[in-house]
C-alpha cells in the first residue's frame, strides 16, 4: 500500500471583521429582563458589562438561525434579518454561502456538515446541473476514508501511450513518456492576480505542504520564492523562453501561454524549451468557443499537458457570447469527448480551471473530462479575501493581510484544501472509485440534469406535437 | 378513513410568539386614541386597561394584505394614517428554497389545527426549489365522478407478495422514517411511535437499537438492521411486524453513519451494545454483501428468526436504483423503500446531502417502470421519501409509482423545527427536537409532540383525501402510476 497521502489541518482562526448572515436589532421596548440570555445556547445575548441592568446589542455573528430568542422574548422586541452585507457580497456563482463556507473550512479544515437535508434548489447551471452516482451494494467501503483501506486521490501529468510496443524478443521499444505525478488533482494559479510578496510566499508554501505546484508568472519568481522551486511552475509567453533561462533551468514544469503561432510548430516551442530544461510543458489555452479545436490540434501537435483557463466564474471566454456562453462542465465535456473522438485522448492530460470554488467541482470536472483542477479564487478566499461580482469583479483583500504571520496564512489554506481532500474522498468513497485517475470522463458515474430531466419528465409530460 | 384512535385536539405552539409574515408599523402620528386595538378582531393592537399608549403591534397575528378589503382593518380605520403594513423581513430569514417559510407556517398551523390552514395567503403546498415536485402540478378534471369523502379510503396494504406472511395495512399511506436512539430527544422518538399507533401505521427504529420506552409501540414500530447492526437482538427482530434492512440513506448516500465519540453516552452506549465514549461506524455498505445473492442470506436470515415479519429494504437512489428494486424482490423483500438524495433529518456532509445520488422524483418513475417491465410491480410495494414535504407530494410521488411515502422532516417541522440545521452541533437541537441535551431535551412533553403529529397526519389526509375526491377517486391505490394526471409547468405548456 502507497503511503497515505494526508493534510493535517489546524484551527488558523483570522481577527476580521466577519460577514454574518443575520442581523438581529433589540426594539426600545426591550425590558431587559434576560430571558434571551437564557434561550440562546449560542450567547447572542449578553447583558452590558459596564452597566449590567441593561441588554448589550445582540452578537449576531454567533446566531445560528434558532428563533428561540425571536419566540420567546415576552415582549416580541427582537427583530431579526436578512444581514446586508451577507447579500451583498459574491453573485450568481460566488453565492455568499460558498463564500462563507470557504472561509470556515480554511478557519478549522473540517467538512460542513449539517442537520436537516438540503436545502438549496432542485438543480442549478454548470456544475449544479450534475449529481454523483453512488454505488448501493458492492464498492470499496467507506473504511477508505477512515483508514483501513486507501483511495488514492493522485494524478499524473504528461502524456501517457495508447498502447506499447514490444519487439520479437518481447523487448519494450516505445519510449515511455516522462510524466509528474501529484498526489492531490488540484494546482495553484495566481497568475491572474497581483499579490503581494508575503501572500506569494503563503500560497506557495501551501502549495509545498500539501505536494502540490503553484502557477505564478516568470517575472514574480523572487529569490525568496526559488527557495521552493520545486513547487514552482513558473508561466510566461512562448516568446520569452531564452529571457528566463536560470529559472527555466529549476522547473519541472513551464506553463506557456498559448497563441495561434503554436498551432503551426508546437515542435519548436518543445526544443526550445528543451534547450534549458526537460521540464514538461502545460500550454494555458483560454476557454473561447472554439476551444476545443485548438485543443485537439495542439494535443496532436505534441503537447502533453493543457490548461483549460475559463472566467472566474467558470464561464466561456467570449465577449460576444455574453450570458450565452458555456460553462466550464460543458466546455470540458465537449473538449473531452472530441479527443476521445479523434483516438488522442491519453495523449494528453488536460486541467481544468477558471469557476472550481468548491470541493465537488473538482470530481465533477473531473468526471466532465478532465484529469485534474487548478484553482485560483479559493486560496484568496481562504485568506479572508471577499468576492464580488457586482457591478463587476472585485476581489477585497481584508485589511493588514500583510501583517498576518505568513505561517497561519499558509495553514488557511492548507486547512481548505485539507476540507477539499476529505470531501472529495467522500465522493469517491460514494462512488466506489478508489483512484482519482479513473474518475477522468467516466460520465456513466454522474448523473446529468437535461439527461435525466429529459428522460423521466421529458418523455412523461411532453406535449406531442401536432 | 381515519381510525376511531384519531382525535383532533388544539394544540398550540409551544412558544409565545409566531414568526411573522407581516409587519405592522406604527409611525409617530398617533395619538394614542385606541381604535386600532377595538377594531382588530386578531389581537394584534392591545391595550391594557391604566396604560394610555398603545403597545407595539404583534405582528405575527395580522393575516395581512388581505385585511385591507375587509371592514375592520386598522390601515384604513386609523384616524391618523399612522399604520403601515408591509412583508417582515423576519420572515425572510425562515426557511429556504426546499421548506419555504410558508411551508413551514402551514406545516405549523396543520399540527396546530389538524387541518389545512384556512389563510389564503399561504403557498404551502409546493416549494420554490424550481425543480421536481415543486414543477409539478395535479390536472384535475373539470367534471370527476361523484365521490362521497366518506367513502374514500386511504388504506394501503404493504404485503403484496402474499406469501403468508402478515397482512399488514396502514390506514394512511404514510409513515415516519428512522431517526435512532441518541440522535433524537426521548419525547421525539416515542411521540413519532405513538403517533403511529393513533394513526394506525408505522415509524422506525432507526439504527441505534429498540429502546424498551417504544415497547407498547411495537405493533407499529419498524425494527432497522443497518450496517453496524448496533443494538440487533433476536427479540428486536421477533417483536416487530415488519423488520427495514438499511442499506444506504438519502442525506448521505453510500456513506454510511458516524457517531462521535461524545455522542455515545452511557444510555446511547447501553442501547447500541458498545463501548460509551468510542465512535461509532456504520460502515457502508453491509460488509457482509456484495451481490443480490448476498442480500438475499440476510432477508433470510430476517425471515427465519421471524417467521410472519415483512421485510422492507431501504436503498438510496444511484443511476441503478431499478436493478437494486427488482434484485431486492427476486430476494424476498415485500417494500422497496427508497430514499432520494435530497432528504434526511441528521446531520450530513453538505457536499453529499447536495451531490450525491439522484433526486426522489427520477428515482420513483425509474423504479415503478422497472418493476412494471419486470412483471412483478403488483407483488412489491414502492415506498419513497427523501423530500416528501407535504400531502401534495405525497400525492405526486404516488402518481409517480410509489405505493406510499416516508416522511422525516415534516414530522420534525410539526414539533417546531425550523430547520436551521444545528441538529447535531454542540449541545444539539436548541428547539428540543434532536438532541439529548438533559436541559433541551425536556422542552416539550410527549403528550404535545403526540398530538401535533396526530393533527400534521389528519391535515395530510384531509387533503389527500380531497386530492382522490377531485379525481373522482374511491381508493388511494387507484392514483398508483398516474402520471397522465400530473403536468409539468415546462413541458407541458
Ligand atoms: S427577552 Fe426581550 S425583553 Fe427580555 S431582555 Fe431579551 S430582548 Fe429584552
Ligand atoms: S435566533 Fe437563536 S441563535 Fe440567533 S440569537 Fe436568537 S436564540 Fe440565539
Ligand atoms: S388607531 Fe392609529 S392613532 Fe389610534 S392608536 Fe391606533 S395607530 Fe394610534
Ligand atoms: S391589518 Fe387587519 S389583521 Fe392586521 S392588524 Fe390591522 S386589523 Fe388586524
Ligand atoms: S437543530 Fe434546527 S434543524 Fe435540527 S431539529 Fe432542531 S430546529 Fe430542526
Not at chain 1, 341 to 360: F, P, Q
Not at chain 1, 385 to 413: A, H, M, N, W, Y
Not at chain 2, 326 to 335: D, K, L, P, T, W
Not at chain 2, 363 to 387: C, M, P, Q, W, Y
Request: glycine fraction near 8%; proline fraction near 5%; charge should be positive.
Amino acid at each position: 500500500m502507497p503511503k497515505k497521502y494526508h493534510i493535517t489541518p489546524k484551527p488558523a482562526p483570522l481577527d476580521m471583521d466577519y460577514v454574518f448572515k443575520f442581523t438581529i436589532v433589540r426594539g426600545e421596548n426591550c425590558i431587559n429582563c434576560g430571558k434571551c440570555i437564557k434561550v440562546c445556547i449560542y450567547e447572542a445575548h449578553k447583558r452590558r458589562t459596564d452597566d449590567p441592568r441593561k441588554m448589550a446589542d445582540p452578537n449576531t455573528v454567533v446566531c445560528r438561525n434558532c428563533f428561540r430568542c425571536i419566540q420567546e422574548c415576552p415582549r416580541g422586541a427582537l427583530e431579526k434579518s436578512i444581514n446586508k452585507d451577507y447579500s451583498n457580497i459574491g453573485g450568481a456563482f460566488w453565492k455568499p454561502d460558498i463564500l462563507m463556507s470557504l472561509w470556515k473550512q480554511a478557519e478549522d479544515g473540517n467538512v460542513p456538515v449539517s442537520g436537516a437535508g438540503y436545502r438549496g434548489p432542485f438543480t442549478g447551471i454548470g456544475f449544479d446541473s450534475m449529481w454523483t452516482d453512488m454505488s448501493e451494494i458492492v464498492r470499496p467501503t467507506r473504511d477508505g476514508i477512515h483508514g483501513r483501506e486507501y483511495i488514492n486521490t493522485g494524478v499524473d501529468l504528461g502524456s501517457k501511450l495508447n498502447h506499447l510496443t514490444f519487439d520479437s524478443n518481447g523487448q519494450l521499444i516505445s519510449v515511455v513518456p516522462e510524466t509528474i505525478d501529484l498526489p492531490f488533482p488540484i494546482l495553484f494559479d495566481i497568475t491572474a492576480y497581483k499579490l503581494s510578496l508575503h501572500v506569494k510566499e503563503a500560497i506557495l508554501k501551501a502549495a509545498s505542504v500539501i505536494q502540490t505546484c503553484l502557477i505564478i508568472p516568470v517575472t514574480e519568481i523572487t529569490p525568496e520564492l526559488e527557495k521552493h522551486s520545486d513547487n514552482i511552475i513558473p508561466s510566461l509567453a512562448s516568446t520569452d523562453i531564452d529571457k528566463h533561462e536560470a529559472i527555466l533551468k529549476k522547473a519541472r514544469l513551464v506553463a506557456i501561454d498559448y497563441s495561434d503561432a503554436m498551432l503551426k510548430d508546437f515542435q519548436a516551442l518543445k526544443e526550445k524549451i528543451k534547450k534549458h530544461n526537460h521540464a514538461l510543458t502545460i500550454v494555458r489555452v483560454p476557454a473561447v468557443k472554439n476551444v476545443e479545436e485548438i485543443v485537439a490540434k495542439l494535443t496532436q501537435n505534441g503537447a502533453e499537458i493543457i490548461q483549460i483557463v475559463a472566467d472566474y466564474r467558470g464561464q466561456e471566454i467570449n465577449e460576444s457570447s455574453g450570458k450565452d456562453g458555456r460553462l466550464l462542465k460543458d466546455i470540458i465535456r465537449a473538449i473531452h469527448s472530441r479527443l476521445v473522438e479523434d483516438k488522442i485522448r491519453d495523449s494528453v492530460t488536460l486541467v481544468a480551471s477558471g469557476g472550481i470554488g468548491m470541493a465537488e467541482h473538482v470530481p465533477k470536472a473531473m468526471l466532465c473530462g478532465s484529469d485534474l483542477t487548478a484553482i485560483d479564487i479559493p486560496l484568496l478566499v481562504a485568506l479572508g479575501v471577499r468576492v464580488f461580482e457586482e457591478p463587476q469583479k472585485l476581489l477585497v483583500f481584508p485589511e493588514g493581510l500583510d501583517k498576518i504571520p505568513s505561517r497561519k496564512l499558509t495553514q488557511r489554506i492548507v486547512n481548505l484544501m485539507g476540507a477539499w481532500h476529505s470531501q472529495i474522498l467522500e465522493m469517491m468513497g460514494a462512488m466506489g472509485i478508489r483512484e482519482a485517475r479513473r474518475l477522468r470522463g467516466e460520465s456513466g458515474r454522474a448523473i446529468f440534469f437535461e439527461e435525466i430531466d429529459r428522460e423521466s419528465f421529458g418523455k412523461l409530460f411532453k406535449k406531442e406535437k401536432r | 378513513m381515519k381510525p376511531s384512535t384519531v382525535k383532533i385536539n388544539k394544540m398550540p405552539s409551544r412558544f409565545k410568539h409566531q414568526v411573522p409574515k407581516y409587519k405592522v408599523t406604527r409611525s409617530d402620528a398617533c395619538i394614542n386614541c385606541g381604535t386600532c386595538a377595538k377594531t382588530c378582531p386578531y389581537g394584534v393592537h392591545e391595550r391594557s386597561e391604566g396604560h394610555n399608549k398603545v403597545k407595539p403591534p404583534i405582528d405575527y397575528k395580522c393575516i395581512g394584505f388581505e385585511c385591507q378589503s375587509k371592514d375592520f382593518c386598522c390601515i384604513t380605520k386609523c384616524p391618523r394614517k399612522a399604520l403601515s403594513l408591509s412583508l417582515n423581513p423576519m420572515y425572510n430569514t425562515l426557511g429556504d428554497p426546499r421548506w419555504t417559510a410558508d411551508m413551514i407556517t402551514g406545516t405549523w398551523i396543520m399540527a396546530e389545527t389538524g387541518y389545512p390552514p384556512e389563510r389564503t395567503d399561504l403557498d404551502y403546498n409546493v416549494g420554490n426549489s424550481g425543480g421536481g415536485f415543486d414543477k409539478l402540478r395535479f390536472k384535475f378534471p373539470a367534471k370527476p365522478a361523484k365521490v362521497d369523502k366518506a367513502e374514500i379510503s386511504t388504506a394501503i396494504p404493504l404485503n403484496r407478495r402474499k406469501d403468508g406472511r402478515a397482512d399488514v395495512v396502514i390506514s394512511t399511506p404514510v409513515y415516519g422514517g428512522g431517526m435512532s436512539f441518541g440522535s433524537v430527544s426521548l419525547s421525539t422518538m416515542v411521540s413519532k411511535a405513538h403517533n403511529a399507533t393513533i394513526w394506525n401505521t408505522f415509524t422506525c427504529t432507526g439504527e441505534g437499537g429498540f429502546p424498551d420506552i417504544l415497547k407498547p409501540y411495537c405493533d407499529h414500530v419498524i425494527t432497522q438492521v443497518a450496517t453496524g447492526l448496533f443494538g440487533v437482538r433476536e427479540e428486536t427482530i421477533q417483536r416487530v411486524k415488519i423488520v427495514e434492512l438499511k442499506y444506504a440513506q438519502g442525506a448521505k448516500p453510500g456513506l454510511g453513519g458516524h457517531l462521535l465519540g461524545e455522542k455515545n453516552t452511557e444510555a446511547v452506549a447501553k442501547m447500541r451494545e458498545a463501548v460509551k465514549g468510542t465512535s461509532l461506524f456504520s460502515p457502508f455498505p453491509f460488509h457482509s454483501v456484495y451481490s443480490i445473492e448476498d442480500h438475499k442470506k440476510h432477508i433470510d436470515w430476517i425471515k427465519a428468526v421471524n417467521p410472519t415479519a415483512l421485510l422492507s429494504v431501504k436503498v438510496s437512489t444511484p443511476n441503478d436504483v431499478d436493478m437494486v428494486a427488482v434484485g431486492s424482490y427476486y430476494a424476498g423483500a415485500h417494500i422497496i423503500h427508497i430514499d432520494g438524495g435530497y432528504g434526511g433529518t441528521g446531520a450530513a456532509p453538505d457536499i453529499a446531502k447536495k451531490n450525491i445520488a439522484m433526486p426522489i422524483e427520477y428515482a420513483i418513475t425509474k423504479v415503478h417502470n422497472f418493476l412494471k417491465a419486470e412483471g412483478v410491480r403488483d407483488a412489491i410495494t414502492l415506498i419513497a421519501s427523501g423530500g416528501i414535504r407535504t400531502a401534495h407530494d405525497l400525492a405526486k410521488a404516488i402518481c409517480l409509482g410509489a405505493n406510499g411515502a416516508v416522511i422525516g422532516t415534516a414530522e420534525l417541522v410539526a414539533l417546531e423545527c425550523v430547520r436551521c440545521g444545528n441538529c447535531e452541533s454542540g449541545r444539539g437541537c436548541s428547539r428540543g427536537i434532536a438532541t439529548t441535551d438533559s436541559v433541551l431535551a425536556d422542552l416539550f412533553d410527549e403528550k404535545w409532540a403526540t398530538q401535533r403529529l396526530t393533527n400534521m397526519y389528519n391535515a395530510w389526509n384531509v387533503q389527500l383525501v380531497d386530492i382522490l375526491q377531485k379525481f373522482g377517486m374511491h381508493d388511494v391505490s387507484e392514483l398508483v402510476g398516474r402520471t397522465d394526471l400530473l403536468e409539468h409547468i415546462d413541458y407541458s405548456h
